[in-house]
């Protein structure tokens, strides 16, 4: 392996992924394991072994620890469970998160909160855990999965454009801290992927179509699309980069509205 390509393996390094069953956090999963990494995925459903198995088939090691996002305990817990499966953690990538649409000004309560701790209240304490385990060792990178509503309010889901704001200034205030130590924390802007959480866009055939003609590459998102960001940000490559949200959304955000 040439000196550059090198900067991009993981091989010898401990990762962990949330929201890692389907879609993109499945192809990331994926994508570690492909470039050298063993990986702890972090999933509610215990009894779904499909990307464990998909990993263990390129001959990396793969284990499940349990994570449901909207318990606090589970959250706060998750990061020490994964050390009793693997001897270090190298990487976090923190993808776990859910979507609920309304109109601002009939949005529920109880809807705004969940979607608040689940999309940004458990990275931070995720986060947090794994930094108190990066810093002593020197190194870690801690990804996590934005949106274009990170730079966007968003039509009827404001509570996911609030949590994925508020995502982007918290993984600037925590590279803020950790750079000195080693420790990288980046984020990635997904743009409008094929997945199930944008499963009520796709089935409108109006917005659908309205989507599809802002996108300068001229196609939606495919989840493999993300394998090459998170591999990257995962590897020494990225060794310089910190605070950092890579747009990976077919030049959504750099075409101007007209």
């Not at 192809?27 to 050298?36: F, I, K, P, Q, R």
């Not at 959480?197 to 917005?207: G, K, S, T």
């Amino acid at each position: 392996m040439s000196d550059t390509l090198s900067l991009f393996s993981l091989s010898g390094k401990y990762a962990a992924i949330s929201g890692c069953t389907r879609g993109i956090g499945r192809s990331m999963a994926l994508g570690l394991a492909e470039a050298g990494a063993d990986v702890c995925l972090l999933q509610r459903n215990l009894e779904d072994t499909t990307v464990r198995d998909e990993i263990r088939a390129l001959g990396r090691r793969a284990e499940i620890v349990h994570l449901d996002v909207s318990d606090q305990a589970s959250v706060r817990t998750v990061i020490d469970r994964t050390l009793q499966v693997f001897p270090t953690l190298d990487i976090l990538v923190n993808n776990a998160g859910i979507q609920k649409r309304h109109d601002a000004v009939d949005f529920p309560e109880d809807e705004f909160d969940q979607v608040i701790q689940a999309n940004f209240k458990s990275v931070w304490i995720m986060s947090q855990a794994a930094a108190r385990h990066m810093i002593p060792k020197g190194s870690g990178k801690i990804i996590s999965t934005a949106s274009l509503m990170s730079f966007q309010g968003g039509i009827r889901v404001p509570a996911y454009a609030a949590a994925k704001g508020a995502l982007s200034t918290l993984t600037k205030a925590m590279a803020n801290e950790w750079a000195k130590h080693g420790v990288n924390v980046n984020a990635i802007a997904p743009g409008y992927v094929k997945t199930d959480l944008n499963e009520a866009l796709q089935n409108d055939p109006v917005r659908s179509k309205e989507i599809l003609s802002r996108i300068p590459a001229g196609r939606w998102g495919a989840p493999d699309d993300f394998k090459g960001p998170v591999v990257y940000l995962a590897s020494r490559a990225s060794d310089y980069v910190h605070g950092e949200l890579s747009v990976v959304d077919g030049g959504w955000l750099g075409k101007c509205a007209y």
